[in-house]
């Protein structure tokens, strides 16, 4: 499948700089069908990454993917990172 071209609006908003919110991760977007959800988290230092569930980044799984929200887990804790709220 095709990969079609990120929207200007998305792409912007997804440079935009920000005050560091103090994590190792920042949730910037998550995407795809209601089956196969990804996201896309902005890591400490800048980089990118985009994940799915099972994934790991930072030494914690992505169990689970929601329209503005991730759960990761480590040593059987869990927690939900979430999108900033707008002007953050």
Known sequence: MA????????????????????GAL??????GSQSDLQALLKLRGGKTATVSRGDTVNGKTIVA??????ALARNGTAHWLEMPAPNS
């Not at 993917?65 to 991730?70: P, S």
């Open 26 to 31: 920042t949730l910037l977007g998550t995407f």
């Open 65 to 70: 993917i929601e329209e503005g929200r991730v």
């Open 3 to 22: 990969q079609e071209p990120t929207p200007p609006q998305v792409a912007q908003e997804a440079t935009q700089t920000t005050r560091d919110l103090g």
